[in-house]
């Protein structure tokens, strides 16, 4: 056969030494009698697979020891959700992120995070046909933003940063967020500049299907609650606080019966519409009934 040279984005070309490495361990890997596709993901020949993959990649990468490394499904669009779901609890609701537009990939995040948050567009260089990254004196970043996000490797329109961005003093803190999905593992990354980096794994570093994901040991665990519990001052006034709430098409509020009091769930398919209109209900009746 002759020689080929595949030039994809990605997925992309794989080593070929991995490649018959991966072929020659598909039947058994490592004495185990199993190929890995065969393999419990809860056993031991796994967990052995994960626990090196994840020492490799914080050596490559010099993680340092307070950030995580996740690896995840979902791929790197999948992020653009999970991203703002898990950061922008950590601000005064509506909370604000701010973003670098520089191509296709930056847009298609804002354009999710919009979903979840105020999106301010602290530079852009769409004007100009996406033909490189703003000057960071130019940004107008927000004081108090969730985060501010960028793709550091447009793959789609060849901007790529070539440093990286101080955002911290001029937004009191914010983490930085970077996708990384196009050339993470092809240079030296200063981690501890990020809050989040994540990126997936189907260009420098395997085949599709994985997401990597590092990402602060103090930005992990602050999703917006799903089930917000509470209980009225005055537990005398549950049934009128129903009654009105069902009034204004409010409905299942009562609290679990193992507990008491009222509990609003607010999964997937809650609009923002509805939260507000349940806030702006309990500051009427917190109002008229003290």
């Given at each position: 056969?002759?020689?080929i040279?595949?030039?994809?984005?990605?997925?992309a070309?794989?080593?070929k030494?991995?490649?018959?490495?991966a072929?020659?361990?598909?039947?058994d890997?490592?004495?185990?009698g199993?190929?890995?596709?065969?393999?419990?993901?809860?056993?031991?020949?796994f967990?052995?697979?994960?626990a090196?993959?994840?020492?490799?990649?914080?050596?490559?990468l010099?993680v340092?020891?307070?950030?995580k490394?996740?690896?995840l499904?979902?791929?790197?669009?999948?992020?653009n959700?999970i991203?703002p779901l898990?950061?922008?609890?950590?601000k005064p609701?509506?909370a604000?992120?701010?973003?670098?537009?520089?191509g296709s990939w930056s847009?298609k995040?804002?354009?999710?995070?919009?979903k979840?948050?105020?999106?301010?567009i602290?530079?852009?260089s769409?004007?100009?046909?996406f033909?490189?990254?703003?000057d960071?004196?130019s940004?107008?970043?927000?004081?108090?933003a969730?985060?501010?996000?960028?793709?550091?490797?447009?793959t789609?329109?060849?901007?790529?940063?070539?440093?990286?961005p101080?955002v911290?003093q001029?937004?009191?803190?914010?983490?930085l967020v970077?996708?990384?999905?196009?050339?993470?593992?092809?240079?030296i990354?200063?981690v501890?500049?990020?809050g989040v980096?994540?990126?997936?794994?189907?260009?420098?570093?395997?085949?599709?299907?994985?997401?990597?994901?590092?990402?602060r040991?103090?930005?992990?665990?602050?999703?917006?609650?799903?089930?917000?519990?509470f209980?009225?001052?005055?537990?005398?006034?549950n049934?009128?606080?129903?009654?009105?709430?069902?009034?204004?098409g409010?409905?299942?509020?009562?609290?679990?019966?193992s507990?008491?009091?009222?509990?609003?769930?607010i999964?997937?398919a809650m609009?923002?519409?509805?939260?507000?209109a349940?806030?702006?209900?309990?500051r009427?009746f917190?109002?008229?009934?003290g």
């Amino acid at each position: 056969m002759n020689t080929i040279y595949n030039f994809s984005a990605g997925p992309a070309v794989l080593p070929k030494e991995v490649l018959q490495e991966a072929a020659s361990e598909m039947l058994d890997w490592h004495g185990s009698g199993m190929s890995v596709m065969e393999m419990s993901h809860r056993g031991p020949e796994f967990m052995s697979i994960l626990a090196q993959a994840q020492a490799d990649l914080r050596e490559l990468l010099h993680v340092p020891a307070n950030y995580k490394i996740l690896f995840l499904q979902g791929g790197g669009l999948g992020e653009n959700a999970i991203v703002p779901l898990n950061l922008v609890g950590r601000k005064p609701q509506p909370a604000t992120v701010d973003f670098i537009h520089t191509g296709s990939w930056s847009g298609k995040s804002l354009k999710e995070a919009k979903k979840y948050a105020n999106v301010n567009i602290a530079a852009s260089s769409e004007s100009t046909g996406f033909d490189g990254v703003p000057d960071p004196s130019s940004w107008k970043l927000s004081t108090n933003a969730a985060y501010v996000h960028l793709c550091t490797n447009e793959t789609i329109d060849g901007v790529e940063y070539h440093f990286v961005p101080d955002v911290g003093q001029q937004t009191n803190g914010a983490p930085l967020v970077a996708d990384m999905s196009s050339h993470i593992l092809s240079r030296i990354i200063d981690v501890s500049k990020y809050g989040v980096i994540f990126g997936g794994a189907q260009k420098n570093i395997g085949p599709a299907g994985l997401t990597l994901v590092i990402v602060r040991e103090d930005l992990l665990g602050t999703a917006l609650p799903m089930n917000v519990p509470f209980f009225l001052k005055d537990e005398s006034l549950n049934a009128a606080f129903l009654a009105a709430a069902k009034e204004r098409g409010l409905l299942q509020l009562k609290g679990h019966k193992s507990v008491g009091g009222m509990r609003a769930s607010i999964y997937n398919a809650m609009p923002i519409e509805g939260v507000q209109a349940l806030v702006a209900f309990m500051r009427d009746f917190a109002g008229a009934n003290g």
